[in-house]
């Protein structure tokens, strides 16, 4: 197990193989957290665990024992459903104890199975898509009225930019030159119906994207180096807000879920799956 007290110590600028052995951790977390609740979204938090562990350990200006710090940066996990992610990377990080993982959507338990307000580190409820955006837009624009320096990060899902809340979002991050904000898409091209193409196919993204007057990069969400590189990128874009186009696999690092649908919202279905998820979590090698 990796400590979360040891982490916190750790200085930032991390190697792509620390980083690698922290996602593991956090993907054996996501299968226990959905094995023990008998439910939840493996597939998604799957899908966004390597970005998020960038952020957490190599970017974001947050103090696990002062998660209410007002210079901290801001980060809303839109698409909520992926919880487990969420909750996996703030245990490790220090803000809460990883036994609370143990209760995760269990009757009474702080860690509901959409990321909520109430859990340590978690700076909104979300779980209604096209919601969360428009409260980082928010977020972001009261930094610039208040001329703080902090920095709002934004996870979205390519099911989510179905809804037309998010691209309102964009149209009001573009007006009031939102600099301060990183929109990111995590493009694992599976929601809940099927594959976003079947469901509501959205070609040509970027272009469409830019139109909106946003700055606008695609980088390969498994790749520390390409991740690292992305949100430098968003970091020197000045007069506009950046949406990071994460291309990514649903289900990463557990073979049968990988690009399968049914794990969008399934744990897995057996003791048999539940064991060949951590073998294969826990075999994995570094490639990056």
Request: charged share 25%.
């Amino acid at each position: 197990m990796v400590d979360p007290q040891h982490l916190q110590h750790v200085e930032s600028d991390r190697s792509n193989e620390s980083l690698f052995n922290i996602a593991k951790q956090a993907r054996t977390l996501i299968i226990d957290m959905v094995w023990s609740a008998k439910s939840g979204h493996p597939g998604g938090s799957l899908s966004i665990i390597d970005v998020l562990t960038y952020l957490y350990f190599n970017e974001l200006h947050v103090d696990p024992s002062d998660p209410e710090n007002p210079s901290r940066d801001r980060f809303v996990m839109s698409k909520g459903h992926a919880s487990p992610a969420l909750y996996s990377i703030l245990s490790l990080r220090g803000f809460f104890p990883q036994e609370l993982l143990k209760d995760f959507r269990k009757i009474n338990s702080k860690l509901e199975g959409h990321v909520h307000r109430g859990v340590p580190g978690i700076e909104t409820s979300t779980g209604s898509l096209g919601q969360g955006i428009g409260i980082a837009v928010g977020m972001a624009l009261t930094a610039k009225l208040d001329k703080k320096d902090y920095r709002v990060f934004v996870v979205i899902g390519d099911g989510e930019i179905e809804e037309g809340s998010v691209w309102e979002s964009f149209m009001a991050a573009s007006k009031y030159a939102l600099d301060n904000l990183t929109i990111i898409l995590d493009l694992n091209k599976i929601q809940l119906d099927g594959f976003t193409k079947d469901v509501m196919p959205l070609p040509d993204i970027e272009s469409r994207v830019r139109s909106f007057g946003l700055n606008v990069r695609k980088f390969n969400g498994h790749n520390f180096d390409e991740i690292r590189n992305a949100i430098e990128f968003a970091k020197h874009e000045k007069g506009k807000p950046t949406l990071l186009i994460a291309d990514t696999v649903k289900g990463k690092g557990v073979s049968y879920m990988e690009n399968n649908p049914k794990y969008h919202g399934s744990p897995p279905a057996s003791q048999e799956e539940y064991d060949l998820a951590i073998k294969e979590i826990g075999a994995s090698k570094y490639e990056n």
